[in-house]
């Protein structure tokens, strides 16, 4: 029998990418300079975009990747 030994950082890297890539194709793409990271347990979310409908839709990706966390959307609005 084996045991899969799985380190905190892959599990946190995984979500990281599973976050980018649904705000990526809720958006279309339309966040540009898109960074997503984990600080002290909130999953953070930063980037630019032109609407407020579209960090609405990268919030809605968020909450629908992530389920019992923190999150805070810093996606700027220009």
Do not use: F, P
Not at 24 to 46: A, D
Not at 60 to 66: L, P, T, Y
Request: net charge negative; with cysteine; proline share 0%.
């Amino acid at each position: 029998m084996s045991v899969a030994v799985v380190s905190s950082s892959s599990v946190v890297a995984d979500l990281v990418e599973q976050v980018e890539l649904a705000v990526q194709v809720r958006t279309g793409g339309r966040i540009s300079g898109l960074q997503v990271r984990v600080n002290e347990g909130c999953l953070v979310v930063s980037g630019r975009t032109s609407s407020w409908y579209n960090k609405q839709l990268a919030t809605h990706a968020i909450r629908d990747a992530v389920d019992d966390m923190e999150v805070r959307n810093e996606v700027e609005v220009a």
